[in-house]
């Protein structure tokens, strides 16, 4: 008699952890359009991208998080499946955050690749049970190409910290700016397009005193631009999680990360910059990364032409965090005008552009089929791959 | 020309905050008037206005601990700025738990009215919050475009009903029609009106009761022999109206309209230390 063929992924959330999952779709959502979801023996991630591919975030929750957790793998009858879903469907099921921790006691997970089945199956209180089954495609991993120790700068502050601070931006702010400023106080500006008429706009800035944050090891008078959307999302995530959210960043142009960490989940969001080709920023204090030169305008357009050759299914062991770069603490400038006067105004990259495509586009997307190791012509490659993460 | 001034309390920054509040809702961009011991909003009637015209006084010395203003000139001893008050709204909606608040007219790169927030924080400093306001500062010669309103030559003066219910009156009825008609006699009367070609629907309010206007040499002597039944009506624009009942956030000491027959509604609105005047002219 042949054996049913076992689903490919099964995993039980169970109890707070239903709600912290539920936060952590709600932040996915601000991102993209729809939720990759990729079973490894490190746990299940959850990842999503932008439309223009300049935000990408991740949530990677270990085994540990969960009450079951079965990735499936390299069996017989059992494959490794990586799809993803429409976000509005998963999110329709950890819609009510509040009525998730107050109904839901467990939350079963199954990948039925031969049904092409996602279920989600809501276990509630009194005998409920609420069975959601979404269609999935299967896809190409998600991969953002980022490595916070090629950071040049980072930042660590309780969330509630950040959080504070952009509530002073209104909610439909687009981009923000954030740099180090003389005196190690770190501030956050709104970003004024270039086509918005001097003299016209409000312009809103913060300062945040060096002892507001838990770790700072910046490059002094650095300053990226990123939008803050994607942001908040996380924050929100953050701040309801109660975790230190750490910032690494580099030179204009290059990604900003943002981590979470604790010891059952890790979070990772990678937002694209605004470069900046014509700031007189000091560059960055030696510290060994030898910067890639850094690629024509017209890069962010041309996405087709940009792939990078993926990891082939190898998942390292062990793998943790990477350690966070420490750096001379940054020296303050007397020359610098104090934070009262108004700093210089920040030159955009390319007018008349919307704001999205002046971001420089990241990573992703090889359209490899799975289970097909093979690499795609590399073309011009940004920043090499990190070093399985993942 | 310099101003300074600055907020410590709370509850005058709230209260500041909430006059701002109003005055943004009522005004996409309107002068303000700085003077040694007052602050005006002003918005005169162009046509670009839809035609009608605001005026709010307050007394700083009731908001401000501190407050300096030197004029453009010794004998002109006042500023004239034009600004959007949405942006001070905002500036101030996220200072309400700070520990003081500084504003300051700077022109850095352009004229702005700087606002620094001091917030409290955990850490040995405090936060900074800076805002950079644009203005734009209005020339002496066009200082005349902004003189005080006078009351106008009234049919009839009223006091309104309680404003929270006019505006829910008047909200329902903005979903039926662009226009609406207030009229009132001096015998307490108000009907509210709307009428389209389907349906016509007016609330009557009673009661209201009629402001004592002191008369000056019998100018007032049109409402002195006017018929106590008689109402004075105008139609004016809805949206306008709910404009002026949506921001206010508090309500006033005294509330009252005067009503120029088919010309124009002058609305009052007194709180303890701020005034506020609203015209909105009849439609054609």
């Keep these: 008699m042949q054996p049913r063929p076992l689903p490919a992924m099964k995993c039980i959330v169970a109890g707070g952890n239903v709600k912290v999952l539920g936060r952590a779709v709600h932040s996915l959502s601000r991102i993209g359009d729809e939720l990759y979801l990729e079973p490894t023996e490190n746990g299940l991630s959850l990842r999503a991208v932008n439309s223009s591919r300049s935000a990408f975030a991740s949530f990677l929750f270990a085994p540990l998080f969960f009450q079951l957790y079965e990735a499936g793998g390299p069996q017989p009858h059992r494959e490794l499946c990586r799809c993803k879903v429409l976000m509005k469907s998963f999110l329709g099921v950890f819609r009510s955050l509040p009525s998730l921790e107050k109904t839901v006691g467990k939350c079963l997970i199954l990948l039925k690749p031969r049904a092409s089945r996602l279920v989600v199956q809501l276990h509630c209180k009194y005998g409920v049970t609420k069975t959601h089954n979404l269609t999935f495609q299967e896809c190409e991993r998600l991969q953002a190409v980022f490595d916070t120790q090629r950071c040049a700068s980072s930042l660590c502050a309780p969330a509630r910290v950040l959080a504070e601070a952009v509530v002073h931006f209104p909610q439909t702010l687009a981009e923000v700016t954030l740099a180090a400023g003389p005196g190690g106080k770190i501030s956050l500006r709104n970003h004024v397009e270039d086509e918005a008429e001097p003299g016209k706009t409000m312009v809103t800035e913060l300062w945040l005193a060096e002892d507001e944050f838990q770790t700072v090891a910046v490059a002094p008078g650095s300053r990226i631009t990123f939008c803050l959307k994607e942001f908040r999302g996380l924050l929100t995530f953050a701040e309801a999680s109660n975790l230190p959210l750490t910032v690494h960043y580099d030179v204009p142009g290059r990604p900003v990360i943002f981590t979470l960490d604790d010891a059952v989940l890790e979070v990772h969001l990678v937002l694209a910059t605004l470069s900046d080709p014509e700031s007189n920023l000091q560059p960055p204090t030696a510290n060994g990364v030898s910067h890639l030169p850094a690629p024509s305008d017209d890069f962010a357009d041309d996405l087709e032409s940009y792939m990078i050759a993926m990891e082939t299914s190898t998942y390292e062991e062990g793998s943790g965090v990477p350690p966070i770069p420490t750096f001379p603490p940054c020296t303050p400038h007397p020359a610098e005008s104090d934070p009262e006067e108004e700093e210089e105004e920040e030159e955009g990259a390319v007018p008349g552009t919307p704001p999205h495509k002046k971001f420089r586009s990241l990573f992703f997307g090889s359209v490899l089929t799975p289970g097909r190791p093979g690499l795609a012509p590399a073309l011009e490659v940004l920043a090499e791959d990190s070093d399985g993460e993942y | ?284």
């Excluded at chain 2, 019998?218 to 006017?226: A, D, L, V, W, Y």
């Design chain 2, 1 to 284: 020309m310099r101003f300074r001034a600055k907020i410590v309390d709370l509850a005058c920054l709230n209260h500041f905050s909430r006059v701002i509040n109003t005055i943004a809702k009522l005004a996409k961009t309107c002068a303000l008037r700085l003077t040694v011991s007052k602050l005006y909003f002003i918005l005169s009637d162009k046509v670009a206005n839809g035609g009608v015209s605001m005026w709010c006084e307050l007394c700083q010395g009731n908001f401000f601990d501190e407050f300096q203003m030197e004029g453009v000139a010794a004998e002109h001893n006042e500023i004239y700025l034009e600004l959007v008050p949405e942006n001070l709204s905002r500036a101030l909606k996220t200072a309400q738990n700070a520990k003081a608040v500084k504003i300051k007219l700077t022109n850095k790169h352009c004229p702005c009215l700087r606002v620094a927030v001091e917030l409290p924080s955990l850490s040995s400093s405090s936060r900074m919050v800076t805002h950079d306001i644009p203005v734009g500062v209005i020339p002496r010669r066009l200082w005349n475009d902004f003189r005080e309103p006078s009351v106008p030559d009234f049919d009839v003066s009223i006091y309104l009903p309680v404003l929270k219910t006019m505006k829910s009156v008047v909200e329902r009825m903005k979903n039926l029609s662009n226009s609406i008609v207030i009229e009132a006699n001096l015998s307490g009367e108000m009907n509210l009106k709307i009428e389209t070609d389907l349906v016509s629907v007016t609330t009557h309010f009673k009661d209201l009761g009629n402001p004592p206007w002191a008369s000056e040499d019998g100018c007032q002597s049109s409402t002195q022999s006017r018929d106590l039944e008689s109402m004075a009506e105008a139609r004016i624009d809805i949206r306008k109206l709910l404009q002026l009942l949506a921001g206010q956030q508090v309500n006033p000491t005294k509330a009252l309209c005067n009503i120029v027959s088919k010309r124009i509604v002058h609305f009052i609105l007194l709180h303890e230390d701020v005034s506020l005047q609203y015209f909105i002219p009849a439609l054609a």
